[in-house]
């Protein structure tokens, strides 16, 4: 898991805009992914994130890096509560919560699309989106939305100038840590 890698699929969570972001990385043994995520965790934990993989398949890992104190914000969210106790999420805390979404990761057939929440998507529109089956969106972007167009596309529009702001500054020579903001 390189920093490029880092800074190009989760420069939004690293400025503190966004809750979480995921990428997915190839390892070549589980050994290797095990001190990878130690090594990000020591690097980047000192600024309120963490890094965790959700689930290894055929030599690849689903990467979650987050901030736990925005995903237990948005966790206490009425909507949310109610997609994710629906789907057997005990949502008493984040970390019970986000083994759940490892265990739907691992033993569900379709992708479990209550994960929108736990990357900062609006609860109405990861409600929206599973009760639509993904149709009838009112506009996409870094997500389907169903409720607040507006707001949802100056959010577009942030993360992908914050991304480019923040590969730019990587391209420059400045390092993870000095663009991770504590928040």
């Known amino acids: 898991m390189s920093e490029e890698m880092i800074v190009k699929h989760c420069s939004p969570t690293l400025a503190g805009l966004k809750t979480g972001n ?4 190839y390892y070549a043994s589980n050994d290797e992914m095990k001190k990878s995520v130690r090594r990000w965790n020591r690097r980047l934990g000192k600024k309120g994130l963490r890094v965790l993989p959700l689930k290894f398949h055929n030599n690849r890992a ?4 987050f ?5 237990s914000m948005d966790l206490q969210n009425d909507i949310a509560g109610r ?3 629906e789907r057997g999420y005990i949502v008493k805390t984040p970390q019970r ?5 490892m265990q739907r990761l691992s033993n569900c057939e379709e992708f479990p699309h209550e994960i929108g929440l736990f990357l900062g998507y609006p609860p109405e529109d990861v409600s929206g989106f599973i009760e639509n089956n993904a149709g009838d969106s009112k506009c996409a972007g870094c997500w389907k939305v169903y409720g607040d167009v ?3 596309k100056k959010l577009f529009a942030k993360y992908k100038k914050c991304t480019d702001v923040y590969c730019t500054q990587f391209s420059k020579g400045k390092s993870v840590e000095r663009l991770t903001v504590v928040v």
């Open 83 to 85: 997609l994710l106790t």
């Open 62 to 65: 689903l990467i979650y890096v």
């Open 22 to 25: 995921m990428l997915t990385c």
């Open 67 to 71: 901030r736990p104190s925005r995903l």
């Open 97 to 101: 919560c986000i083994l759940r979404l």
């Open 150 to 152: 507006d707001t949802a």
